[in-house]
């Protein structure tokens, strides 16, 4: 079965951490980009980060740079989202989603919603005291 699957998320206090992880299964990741996007109650659907097909290039929202860290394990065939000094607006559902490599959608024009086709079902993150 070709699917992604989110898996990491839960309820962690302001400051916190979490990774998120984006396991593939029925296609290999190696030749597509993994982006991860996150939707708040009421708000549209966001990017957060995004990595390569080769790993060499990464984009990350203003909001989350220097907090966020995105790196994939090819031989896992996953992608993981590594989240520190989390705030409470970073509460969402994320989700993790895949474009071809063939493109260049990890960047700062590129990484858009319409370029990902294939999308997992999202992991809640919840920061709150």
């Known amino acids: 079965q070709v699917q992604l699957v989110e898996s990491g998320g839960g309820l962690v206090q302001p400051g916190g951490s979490l990774t998120l992880s984006c396991a593939a299964s029925?296609?290999?990741?190696?030749?597509?980009?993994v982006g991860w996007f996150r939707q708040a109650p009421g708000k549209e659907r966001e990017r957060v980060s995004c990595?390569?097909?080769?790993?060499?290039?990464?984009y990350y929202a203003d909001s989350v740079k220097g907090r966020f860290t995105i790196s994939g394990d090819r031989g896992k065939n996953t992608v993981s989202l590594q989240m520190n000094s989390l705030k409470v607006e970073d509460t969402a559902v994320y989700y993790c989603?895949?474009?071809?490599?063939?493109?260049?959608?990890?960047?700062?024009?590129?990484?858009?919603?319409?370029?990902?086709?294939?999308w997992g079902q999202g992991t809640q993150v919840t920061v709150s005291s």
């Open positions: 989603a895949t474009a071809s490599a063939g493109e260049n959608y990890c960047s700062a024009y590129g990484f858009l919603r319409r370029n990902f086709g294939r």
């Open positions: 990595i390569s097909s080769g790993g060499s290039r990464t």
């Open positions: 029925g296609f290999t990741l190696d030749y597509y980009v």
